[in-house]
């Protein structure tokens, strides 16, 4: 039982370990977070219906989930080949082309949840 709980502990601390390194590496990363933040800050104010939040939550995540495997796909490169390669081109950018499609359905989901709200406050 001890054997598996600290093998999990383990596994656990690697997964952080990769977090880190995807907030510490990428700019982008902390963008995400800090409008993660902003998206999650505006839900509570805003008091959202609890299918917005599940819709908020999940793009959010999504977006994060997609950084931090860009990275991985990034490193990966990086570590194959520092010389230019055109195939090394196409990962890098199809990696970093899931991560925009996520941060467009992201912005979707908070102007079709957000946008409505804000037109009632002002008016
Ligand atoms: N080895 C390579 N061969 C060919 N093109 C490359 C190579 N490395 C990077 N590139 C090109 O340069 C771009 C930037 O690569 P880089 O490794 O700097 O990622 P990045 O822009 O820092 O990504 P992010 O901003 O997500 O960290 C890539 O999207 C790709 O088009």
């Given at each position: 039982?001890?054997?598996?709980?600290?093998?999990?502990?383990?596994?656990?601390?690697?997964?952080?370990?990769?977090?880190?390194?995807?907030?510490?590496?990428?700019?982008?990363m902390r963008i995400h977070l800090g409008v993660g933040t902003i998206a999650i800050a505006a839900g509570i104010a805003f008091r959202i219906a609890s299918y917005e939040w599940l819709a908020l939550v999940i793009v959010i995540f999504f977006v994060f989930i997609l950084e931090i495997l860009n990275t991985a796909i990034e490193t990966l490169v990086d570590l194959y080949t520092e010389d230019y390669h055109h195939l090394a081109k196409v990962a890098k950018d199809t990696a970093a082309g899931a991560v925009m499609v996520a941060a467009i359905m992201s912005v979707c989901v908070g102007l079709i949840i957000f946008l409505p709200k804000i037109v009632n406050w002002f008016f």
């Open positions: 039982m001890g054997k598996i709980r600290r093998k999990l502990t383990k596994s656990f601390s690697y997964a952080i370990d990769g977090i880190k390194y995807t907030i510490k590496s990428q700019p982008n």
